[in-house]
């Protein structure tokens, strides 16, 4: 039986005093309604925010996973810019992102950075979501399933199978994401439950059966649960609904209370 997971990616918002009130919201809310019982919870604020986030995190002594947008793959050196693994589990990080779709289609990160970057996280000990997902043109061309499964195997290449313990995929529909355009449950389902065919010719089947799949395509409250009721769709990877404390708890109750038996 799969937990559900639900991640709340602050992307480059909010400022210091914003981070860490709505922490202590998200925190509060999780711990109060007792929601880690029965979902996974991460937020993922910006860079410079992570120390203030974790002191909140770690005060309420809350089960809220610190999780971090991006990172480099390489343990130090001459990157400009860039933040390494054991800099983020220094600021008391657990997870990380990699592969999200503004990493690939505004930065333009490739698959080959993009594997190196899940790699090293997962040898590091990491929980990792991996993000894929078709773009607008590549849906009307009907390539959804032909997309995931080369992002997938791209960016799980060479990843030992022991390591998808710690692993989890965000199938985010990038038409679906801040473009007013939404995936139904029923899309949501049928592409991560090719997604999980694929894991499984990766990994094998029953490996593929525990690793979770959230869903990241503007999922807010008032969709998340017809959406989570899906037997594929195992959470959410959440952008603009993360940052109001409400929205984004509703979005874990709905995850908590989701059907189970997957």
Same mark, same amino acid.
């Given at each position: ?24 919201d ?6 109060? #309604? ?9 937020? /993922? ?5 992570? =120390?203030?986030? /974790?002191?909140? +995190? ?11 947008? #991006?990172?480099?793959?390489e =343990?130090n050196?001459?990157f400009t ?16 992102l ?16 993009? *594997? ?5 996280? +997962?040898? &590091? ?10 773009? +607008? #043109? ?43 355009? *939404? ?19 990766? /990994?094998? =089947? ?16 008032? *969709?998340? &649960?017809e ?7 195992d ?10 404390? #409400?929205?984004?708890?509703a ?12």
């Open positions: 039986m799969r937990k559900p997971f639900v991640g709340g990616n602050w992307k480059m918002n909010l400022d210091g005093a914003a981070a860490r009130t709505l922490a202590d998200v925190a509060r809310a999780v711990a109060a #309604d007792k929601l880690d019982r029965a979902c996974d919870v991460a937020i /993922f604020p910006p860079f410079v925010y992570l =120390p203030h986030v /974790f002191n909140v +995190l770690r005060d309420r002594s809350s089960s809220v996973m610190l999780g971090a947008q #991006d990172f480099w793959p =343990p050196g001459a810019g860039e933040v390494s693994l054991a800099q983020l589990k220094d600021c008391g990080v657990q997870v990380v990699a592969g999200h779709s503004e990493r690939r289609h505004v930065i333009g990160e490739g698959d080959e950075l993009i *594997n190196r970057k899940t790699r090293a996280a +997962l040898a &590091a000990g990491f929980a990792v979501i991996l993000c894929i997902g078709e773009k +607008l #043109d590549e849906r009307a061309a009907g390539k959804t399933d032909e997309v995931n499964q080369r992002q997938l195997r791209a960016g799980l290449a060479g990843v030992p199978i022991e390591h998808a313990a710690r692993l989890t995929i965000a199938y985010e529909p990038v038409w679906a994401i801040g473009t007013g355009k *939404n995936a139904t449950p029923a899309d949501a389902q049928a592409a991560q439950a090719k997604v999980r065919s694929e894991l499984g010719s990766i /990994f094998s =089947p029953e490996a593929a059966s525990r690793i979770r799949i959230q869903y990241g395509g503007s999922m807010k409250a008032g *969709n998340a &649960a959406t989570l009721a899906q037997n594929d769709v959470g959410g990877l959440i952008g603009g609904a993360s940052l109001k404390a #409400d929205e984004f708890v979005i874990v109750s709905a995850a908590a209370a989701a059907p189970r038996g997957r």
